[in-house]
């Protein structure tokens, strides 16, 4: 005569999880519905928590009944969950579809990529200063990404580069070049001193997208091999650089930092493009914005080319051409060069 506890409410737990399967129109509602009723404060686990206080024969039978309620409960909401993932997903698709005789209708004319257009400014700058423009290969030997850059096997600055390695010949043997320092070993390999040249292209790393980093960029390196050639004349063509490339207003510092391919080495900040130098959120409220790293040319580099480091000396730097592009046209976010929709891309 007396009902066992639960039973009632593991019953009415199943017919209100049919009603409300059919009911909601999102997977967030149907979530919300499977916290009620499953959740660790949901009414089954409220029941199997009064299942204690029961006497052996009543617990065996609502336990078994609270199994099968559960079971099917979450078989109801799984069929559920699965037809509106699907709806959402096709509308989703029908939200992005492209109308391409539109865009056709506009007739809109192409035009020149933001980051290819400031390569191009950028190597302008440098011709104008007398420099070469070289180029160099994107899948890279380890030898002349790291090794001749004094980076040698297991060397722990080999971590200031998050590499991307190709299944290719021995193990990590051939990678996606981190930087554009390798095109200097080539360029050195090949043509004796003196050289002045800079070497532009898009270079890879293991990193994770975020407002100003985004693993495929661009740099642009900087060579410089003479006689007597100093860290006055590497200073000299920063700020020379930044300048002309930036305007009157926005200046160069360097600070002293470390790579294993020179000696000394700094790091170079131009002044905060967006605040002017006043402090800002997008440099931290210093003022400054790292660009790049540069210092004088190792002499454990030049020995790797073949080239006396008694005899001669030269500078190297390279920075982002992407950062350059945001600095200048004072992009909040890179991501953007990526996404490449055009009603931002026309902007720039
Ligand atoms: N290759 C360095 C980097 O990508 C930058 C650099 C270039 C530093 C040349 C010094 C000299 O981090």
């Known amino acids: 005569m007396n009902e066992p506890v639960g039973l009632g409410a593991l019953d009415s737990v199943l017919s209100r999880a049919r009603t409300a399967a059919e009911e909601v129109t999102t997977a967030a509602e149907l979530q919300r519905v499977e916290t009620e009723l499953l959740g660790k404060h949901g009414e089954l686990t409220l029941v199997q928590r009064s299942l204690g206080s029961l006497d052996p024969e009543q617990r065996r039978h609502t336990g078994r009944r609270l199994n099968e309620v559960r079971r099917q409960v979450e078989e109801v909401l799984a069929e559920r969950r699965l037809l509106l993932r699907a709806a959402e997903r096709a509308q989703r698709?029908?939200?992005?579809?492209?109308?391409?005789?539109?865009?056709?209708?506009?007739?809109?004319?192409?035009?020149?990529?933001?980051?290819?257009?400031?390569?191009?400014?950028?190597?302008?700058?440098?011709?104008?200063?007398?420099?070469?423009?070289?180029?160099?290969?994107?899948?890279?030997?380890?030898?002349?990404?790291?090794?001749?850059?004094?980076?040698?096997?297991?060397?722990?600055?080999?971590?200031?580069?998050?590499?991307?390695?190709?299944?290719?010949?021995?193990?990590?043997?051939?990678?996606?070049?981190?930087?554009?320092?390798?095109?200097?070993?080539?360029?050195?390999?090949?043509?004796?001193?003196?050289?002045?040249?800079?070497?532009?292209?898009?270079?890879?790393?293991?990193?994770?997208?975020?407002?100003?980093?985004?693993p495929t960029f661009h740099q642009i390196e900087g060579l410089v091999v003479d006689h007597g050639i100093s860290f006055a004349e590497l200073a000299g063509t920063i700020e020379t650089f930044t300048?002309?490339?930036?305007?009157?207003?926005?200046?160069?510092?360097?600070?002293?930092?470390?790579?294993?391919?020179?000696?000394?080495?700094?790091?170079?900040?131009?002044?905060?493009?967006?605040?002017?130098?006043?402090?800002?959120?997008?440099?931290?409220?210093?003022?400054?914005?790292?660009?790049?790293?540069?210092?004088?040319?190792?002499?454990?580099?030049?020995?790797?080319?073949?080239?006396?480091?008694?005899?001669?000396?030269?500078?190297?730097?390279?920075?982002?051409?992407?950062?350059?592009?945001q600095m200048r046209h004072e992009l909040p976010d890179m991501r953007v060069l990526l996404e490449n929709d055009v009603r931002i891309l026309e902007q720039l």
């Open 93 to 214: 698709l029908a939200d992005e579809r492209l109308d391409l005789t539109e865009v056709v209708g506009l007739r809109r004319r192409g035009r020149v990529h933001v980051v290819e257009r400031t390569r191009q400014e950028l190597e302008d700058v440098f011709v104008a200063m007398g420099f070469a423009v070289v180029e160099g290969p994107e899948v890279e030997t380890d030898w002349h990404n790291f090794e001749a850059l004094n980076i040698p096997p297991a060397h722990p600055a080999r971590s200031m580069w998050d590499t991307l390695f190709l299944d290719l010949g021995p193990p990590e043997s051939v990678v996606l070049r981190t930087h554009t320092s390798p095109v200097q070993i080539r360029l050195m390999q090949r043509q004796a001193p003196p050289v002045y040249a800079v070497m532009p292209g898009r270079c890879y790393r293991r990193d994770t997208p975020d407002a100003r980093h985004i």
């Open 243 to 325: 300048t002309a490339y930036f305007g009157q207003d926005i200046h160069s510092r360097l600070r002293p930092s470390y790579f294993p391919f020179t000696e000394p080495s700094a790091e170079f900040e131009i002044t905060c493009t967006i605040c002017k130098g006043a402090g800002c959120r997008t440099c931290s409220n210093t003022g400054w914005i790292e660009l790049g790293g540069c210092g004088m040319v190792d002499p454990a580099v030049f020995q790797a080319v073949g080239i006396d480091p008694e005899v001669w000396t030269g500078f190297a730097f390279g920075f982002g051409i992407d950062r350059c592009a």
